[in-house]
């Protein structure tokens, strides 16, 4: 039954319309990974749902990546990080980049789960 099934060599990971403005270049792609990528001061905003959670990763390689993301914010920039529950509810917390590390603005729906590993790295 298993050499019935195809082999998948590729898949698309973008709506195909934001992928003809890539291919326009209307809109620039970089490759970015958390736990390795620091693009210097490059962005102002920065969206990390679903990704950075506890019950994926570890304190230690979380904290990895908010060094990376931070150092990829401007000074000024927003750094939006939370989780979807299975209930379809959101905890978000959108910080802002000081320059001396992250900032609270607001909370939404009880915040990230990650709060405390921000707070210890990065307040």
């Keep these: 039954l298993h050499d019935a099934l195809p082999i998948l060599k590729w898949f698309l990971l973008f709506d195909p319309e934001v992928m003809e403005n890539i291919e326009k270049g209307l809109i620039h792609f970089i490759d970015y990974d958390v736990f390795e990528t620091c693009e210097t001061s490059l962005f102002t905003f920065v969206r ?4 950075l959670n506890l019950t994926y990763f570890s304190s230690d390689k979380i904290e990895r990546a908010l060094r990376n ?8 920039g927003i750094l ?3 989780r979807t529950t299975p209930e379809g ?3 978000v917390g959108f910080y802002i980049n000081t320059g001396n590390g992250l900032k609270l603005v607001r909370e939404v729906g009880g915040g990230t789960e990650v709060r ?8």
Excluded: T, Y
């Excluded at 993301?69 to 000024?76: D, R």
């Excluded at 405390?116 to 307040?123: A, M, P, Q, T």
């Design 116 to 123: 405390d590993v921000i707070e210890k790295v990065l307040g």
């Design 80 to 82: 939006q990080i939370g």
């Design 69 to 76: 993301i931070v150092g990829s914010l401007k000074e000024g």
């Design 48 to 51: 990390c749902m679903n990704l």
């Design 89 to 91: 509810h959101n905890m």
